[in-house]
């Protein structure tokens, strides 16, 4: 009786004190939000719901205490000044702000790129894209330049592409990204799974973003756990066709609305830690096994990883769900490996990409890529052998002519440095007027190398060359990893 008593005091107490940290923590931190809604496309049939969906987003995003800038229909030009904008409005607030980016309308992915549609796109050809679009790891890239508490990036914009012209082409819905590679701290979701396609919807909002304004309006529900139960509102709005998909960075907790009281905070479960293993198929059977196919069902699709539907596809192979699952699991296993295959970047990466997924969506652009990287310029060899990592020689071994073999050059003949003492007779000076006397005549010795001159001429000392001090830059943009996400090409 009174461990039982003692471990109701001790869990109500831990509820309080996450209650009060997490109301302390919403007041203390600054919040920004960018909303954005591309519905009026001029070269393709506008979308209606981007700018319902924008208006609904900011306008809980300001019950939730963000400051929200709401935007729609911009051009490639307004999208990139937008972005700009926005993120020197964080740099303003300083570190400990909250910023966050909604953007609904149309995405694709070309290259294993992604990109945000502008409203003024008109795309002839795949390579119109990149020089039409509005690349998302630029805006990433951006929004990790400028030190923040947390990055959320939620994106509605994996509708079905809308180009003919790149259809046959291009892949379907986005590519995967991983948030754990680039800045920590960082929070992407997609309307959809990768590589599926989203749906408008057929009420005034999109499946997607009707989810999002019921979850987080939940008092102290946290993020991870809001876009749980998004997850699995969606999938049933949908009737399976479209799951959405999150990848996340956070060091540290963040709720949309703070919990009221201790009972909110005690209401909502405890995320598990971001360190924390995943569970393994196995666990996964042991936890579904006796449930309902579709209480089990929701449990997978709540958790989203590839472990659950995994389980879940072992013990309820002949269930209704049994379908989407494989479906799943198979477009799953193809992205990760699509992200492999883009991250490697090689001709090598893209044939065993090919020969694991020899006709899908990406078997074209993998063949693309293969033939672009035919071309690339590759160093003479023998640069190429030149730079090859050797170990250093001791001093008594040969130099290996190895090397110098590969690059069809004759080895030189190295004269060793010789160091010798040489007496040097100095007369000094009489000054103008005299400062000091020396003696008539004085020995300096000097005890440096003498070198061999060139071709075994007369040895010269080692010229002297000054060092110079300049100033060199390392960190992220197009090409820095460090920074957040570079481009490959």
Not at 188 to 211: R, V
Request: charge should be neutral; proline fraction near 9%; charged fraction near 20%.
């Amino acid at each position: 009786m009174f461990r039982r008593s003692f471990s109701s005091a001790l869990l109500l107490s831990a509820s309080l004190t996450a209650f009060l940290a997490g109301s302390a923590a919403a007041h203390a931190e600054s919040r920004v939000a960018l909303v954005i809604g591309e519905s009026a496309y001029r070269a393709v049939p506008s979308l209606p719901n981007p700018v319902n969906d924008a208006r609904a987003i900011g306008k809980l995003l300001t019950d939730s205490g963000f400051e929200v800038t709401t935007v729609s229909d911009l051009s490639q030009k307004e999208f990139n000044q937008k972005v700009g904008d926005f993120a020197a409005e964080i740099a303003g607030r300083g570190p400990d702000t909250v910023a966050l980016v909604f953007y609904a309308g149309h995405g694709l992915q070309v290259d294993g790129e992604n990109y945000l549609v502008p409203v003024d796109v008109d795309p002839k050809r795949e390579a119109d894209i990149p020089l039409q679009a509005v690349r998302l790891n630029d805006v990433l890239n951006t929004l990790n330049s400028v030190p923040t508490r947390m990055r959320i990036l939620l994106l509605d914009a994996c509708r079905n592409n809308p180009f003919p012209a790149l259809n046959q082409t291009v892949g379907r819905g986005l590519a995967l990204v991983d948030t754990k590679t680039g800045a920590p701290g960082t929070f992407l979701s997609y309307s959809t799974s990768p590589g599926a396609e989203a749906e408008d919807g057929a009420g005034t909002d999109s499946p997607y973003t009707t989810a999002l304004l019921t979850a987080a309006r939940t008092p102290g529900l946290p993020i991870e756990q809001a876009f749980k139960q998004v997850r699995v509102a969606v999938n049933k709005a949908t009737d399976g066709r479209q799951t959405p998909w999150e990848s996340s960075s956070l060091t540290e907790d963040f709720r949309f609305v703070a919990a009221k009281d201790a009972r909110d905070a005690n209401a909502a479960p405890i995320p598990p830690a971001s360190n924390a293993p995943k569970r393994t198929v196995d666990q996964w059977k042991r936890d579904l096994a006796g449930k309902q196919p579709e209480a089990a069902h929701e449990m997978i699709v709540s958790d989203g990883t590839l472990e659950a539907y995994q389980a879940y596809d072992a013990l309820f192979a002949q269930s209704q769900f049994a379908p989407e699952v494989r479906e799943w699991i198979v477009r799953d296993r193809k992205m990760v490996a699509w992200s492999e295959a883009v991250t490697i970047n090689t001709a090598a990466s893209y044939r065993s990409f090919l020969a694991a997924y020899p006709d899908t969506d990406l078997s074209v652009t993998a063949r693309t890529l293969i033939d672009r990287l035919r071309y690339r310029p590759s160093p003479l060899p023998q640069v190429a052998a030149l730079n090859t990592c050797t170990p250093p020689s001791t001093p008594n071994a040969p130099s290996s002519p190895s090397i110098l073999k590969k690059a069809d050059v004759a080895p030189a003949h190295e004269v060793e440095p010789q160091v010798t003492v040489k007496k040097v007779e100095v007369t000094p000076r009489d000054p103008e007027p005299p400062v000091r006397t020396l003696p008539p005549r004085r020995t300096v010795v000097v005890e440096q190398p003498v070198y061999g001159g060139p071709y075994g001429g007369v040895p010269v000392r080692q010229p002297f060359h000054p060092v110079g001090m300049g100033w060199g830059f390392h960190g992220g943009g197009m090409m820095g990893r460090p920074m957040g996400f570079g481009r490959r090409f």
